[in-house]
């Protein structure tokens, strides 16, 4: 008989030792800093995933307890050539395994090609999903051909007529060297 898991308090050892699956697809709105990135558009757009778990073998010591996580999104965020709205798909996908405690975390950490994480029976797969999907943010998200002209003078007509206005400083200095005392 298959265990219930719930993504929300996640008995990880026991969820690899059964090859655990799980899977969902939440509102972005339940997310507070990815709906901090959209800047609150989005909340209804829905967020895919899917983790399993496994527990691998290892010669003469306690089989490594694995996660695997698949996540997906639309996210609408802000162009930053045009500054108007890129809906940007956002894919993760990672491995982990878990170790008993943070000390082993960073004895390990130095020569582990994988991500670890410190084991736990009451993870937050979806506090894990999120970090993910943020992770996996472009730093700099646009359109690849922007729908609008995008404007590229930072200056207007009133900046420049004012500029124009002022005299050159170094020409009001040359008229006072060319006047005679009284």
Known sequence: M???FDAARLDVKAFAQDGGELSGQDALGRYE??????????GDSLLGWTASGELKPV???PGEIWLHLRAEATLPLTCQR???????????ERSFRFVADEAAALAQDDEAEED???LSRAFDLRGLIED????ALPLVPRHDICPTDVKLAVAD???EDETQAKPNPFAVLAKLQGRKPS
């Open 157 to 159: 007509e009133a900046f």
């Open 2 to 4: 298959k265990n219930e």
């Open 116 to 118: 670890l994480l410190v």
């Open 59 to 61: 010669l003469g010591a």
């Open 33 to 42: 800093r990815l709906m901090a990135e959209t800047r609150g558009q989005g």
């Open 82 to 92: 045009c500054l108007g709205p890129v809906q940007w798909p956002v894919v993760a």
């Open 132 to 135: 993910e999907i943020l992770m």
